[in-house]
């Protein structure tokens, strides 16, 4: 078989080859590790900041292409594709997430050829859908506020909004072509239906990244009443419903703290903070945590399980997710884990058996399950085993090489 691949990130065996080294990890690493053990050779096409190519071993080859904002469309990117194509003649193309305009770029150079029949998209998120959830709980005058970093760049909450509104569009013309498309949930199907309802949706499940099968989350060694969440960057990572719950605990947990990866909002130069981050430090203030958020910089695999395993729950205040790779992360760790039922969440986390979900405009349930954890003590862990045998189903590498072999198979 002959496989192509596009990917909107750089795999680590990639960045390696070129580089010597590769920080981080992602889940397709893994995947790309399992399938370089079949019979068969393997083109990868991924986005990066500079043009280049090579080969990883006699079977595997990569090149990388640049592009503009994910917004907008390239047609040049259209004729590279078509080249590539060409050039390869793979039996299967296969294409991961559809938020870049590269993704039509390519289902238009397949269809040029007459490929489309070979070719299957990966739904990660989905633009389409993202911007009606984008600023919810969030007042109409911050959604509508500047910062001078905003002013600059043009691109305030509303303005993000509106980007992802233009992707969805470059989304949605994709959908519309292909005739083969890969999900996991619930969500993901109802929502490609809708846009292309003669699209043969293909059930296969996410393999994480490897450092997360490894490890078990135990009471003793957590640091009590320690919340850990994935994302304070964006509207739809949902932090400002965390602060307010989180604002609510501290008067009956005072030593109650909050962990988040990135750099602090609170001390951040004010000229290149966003609107959003002004907001954020605003409620900081307001709810008095100041001393209370630790901002942990960037992790890579390693550092971030260790953040798992130290938090007494992870918390996932999201607006909008499909399957989000931090719930299913802790969940293989079998950390306590409250997520807001948004999107394919449900598909994930069995409520009140596994985990707790919640409405997501709601943070005062938010912090009464949270509540429910830190009281539970060592009884969270009959909970958490619960969230890692579901999740070391659903994330099993061998089941879901196997099932995305099968879909391959079934596109010859």
């Known amino acids: 078989m002959k496989l192509m691949w596009l990917c909107n990130m750089i795999p680590a065996a990639v960045q390696e080859k070129r580089k010597g080294s590769a920080s981080g990890g992602m889940w397709v690493d893994h995947v790309l590790s399992g399938l370089r053990q079949q019979d068969m050779d393997i083109r990868i096409l991924c986005l990066g900041t500079e043009t280049d190519s090579g080969e990883l071993d006699s079977r595997c080859s990569y090149g990388i292409f640049q592009e503009g904002p994910p917004y907008v469309y390239l047609p040049e990117l259209e004729s590279r594709f078509r080249e590539e194509l060409k050039a390869w003649q793979p039996d299967v193309l296969h294409i991961w997430g559809t938020e870049y305009g590269h993704t039509l770029a390519m289902v238009n150079a397949a269809e040029a050829l007459g490929l489309l029949d070979r070719v299957v998209v990966s739904i990660q998120g989905l633009c389409s859908v ?238 009464h399950n949270i509540r429910n954890v830190f009281e539970q003590g060592s009884g969270a862990e009959s909970m958490s085993l619960a969230a890692r045998s579901h999740a070391a189903v659903t994330h099993d590498p061998e089941k879901n090489l196997q099932e995305l072999l099968e879909i391959y198979r079934s596109l010859l």
């Open 130 to 367: 993202y911007p009606r959830h984008y600023a919810e709980g969030l007042p109409e005058k911050v959604c509508r506020g500047y910062t001078f970093r905003d002013l600059v760049r043009r691109d305030n909450i509303r303005g993000q909004q509106k980007k992802f509104a233009l992707r969805g569009d470059l989304e949605e013309k994709a959908l519309r072509k292909v005739r083969h498309v890969i999900g996991r949930t619930d969500w993901d199907r109802v929502c490609t239906a809708r846009i292309n309802p003669e699209a043969a949706y293909h059930f296969c499940n996410e393999t994480l990244r490897e450092p997360f099968y490894e490890g078990l989350w135990q009471y003793e060694g957590c640091q009590k009443h320690r919340i850990f969440a994935s994302s304070c960057m964006y509207p739809i990572k949902g932090f400002h419903y965390l602060l307010e719950a989180f604002g609510e605990l501290t008067k009956q947990y005072p030593d109650a703290t909050l962990a988040v990866p990135g750099n602090s909002y609170l001390t951040m130069n004010p000229l290149r903070r966003t609107n959003y981050q002004k907001y954020l430090a605003d409620l900081t203030r307001r709810f008095g945590l100041e001393n209370k958020i630790e901002f942990l910089g960037s992790l890579t695999a390693e550092e971030m399980k260790a953040q798992y395993l130290r938090a007494n729950v992870f918390v996932l205040p999201s607006t909008i997710e499909n399957s989000p790779n931090s719930l299913g992360e802790a969940m293989l760790l079998g950390v306590p884990c409250v997520a807001a039922d948004v999107g394919g969440v449900g598909n994930m986390l069995a409520n009140g058996r596994e985990g707790y979900v919640y409405q997501s405009t709601a943070p005062y349930m938010l912090a």
